[in-house]
């Protein structure tokens, strides 16, 4: 990799899209990471998005990002099935990575770039915010220290009222549209980075007109009993909270739970407890931290977002969207 002396690591961001326009904002919050290009499949928005930004170069295509020697690390923000070919040319050329959520449309998808990042010892990790959360990386230390006891139980869910549009993202099947990757990825992250991963994945729900599904309910089983019961929707918003059910107490995470600010810790037989911790910009400033941090340190993975988790998160997903009929494939048509 071209890494600088100064321990600087110098990242290119693909797709310059509503997400890559927070995430990139939150760089400056983030010591030894310099963002210095960007990415469109059309010049002139990777010149607008660079230009507003203050980075250094821009390109028209994803296969020049990927042949430039100067970036080490590519932040892919492409919509889901768009991220495995850009991800297997960037970890061909060295790249280290951070994968948008969902990391992949499909299994297999995941499973080729996890072998790909494993077989050439090169970094590669989702881009999880949650688990970076000051306030989660708070209660999963309390949890871990047995605040509530053993945790038994898990609810989440997270909803919102989006008009549909057979073009949106979120509606379109070639752009992995659908509850379940967009939404759905959130509350089955968390629920299995506190309770692993489950022996059966149940799933009910609807569909949009588009085939993609809309609304999504699961019931996640454990051998010995434990479970999570969690919430999707395209259609209805709902509060964003989870709430973590252990043998000595219970958690109850504010909204919203993907990025909370406030959790509440209520021990049994105690007055509950109230825990504030904010996060950094925008919060995706955790994120970037961690990747920085791993990558400059030499690791090939986050302890925090592994690559099991996500292959693990991923086959719960796949394997719910078919439970309700929803057949996701990669776009084999991506130019890089
Ligand atoms: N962490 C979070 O909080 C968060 C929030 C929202 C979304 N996301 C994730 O980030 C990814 C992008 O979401 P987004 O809301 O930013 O999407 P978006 O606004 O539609 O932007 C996606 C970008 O991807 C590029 N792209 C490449 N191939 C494409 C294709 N075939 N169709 C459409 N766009 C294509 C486009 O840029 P060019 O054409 O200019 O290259 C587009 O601007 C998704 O995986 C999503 O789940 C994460």
Redesign the pocket.
Known sequence: MGMTNDKQLHWGI??????????VEDFRLVPGAIPVAV????AD??ADFARRHGLQRSYGS?AEIVADPDVDVLYI???????HAIALAGLRAGKALLI???FTATVPGAEQIIDLARSTGTFVME?M?TRFQPAIVELRRLIDDGAIGQVRQVQADLGVDRPFDPAD?LFDP???GGAL??LG?YVVSFAQYLLGNPTTVTATGSLAPTGVDLEVGLLLGYDDGRAATLLGSLRNPTPGQARIFGTGGWIDVLPRFH?PSTFVLHRNGSEPETVSREPLGGG?AHELIEVTDRVLAGATESEIMPLADTLAVQRILNGASEQLGVRHTE?AT?QV
């Open positions: 693909v797709g310059p899209g509503r997400i890559a326009e927070k995430v990415a469109s499949r059309s928005r990777a994803y923000a492409t919509p889901h099935p768009q991220h948008e959520k969902s881009a915010w993202r070639a752009q992995g990757l967009d990825v990025h995706y776009d991506v």
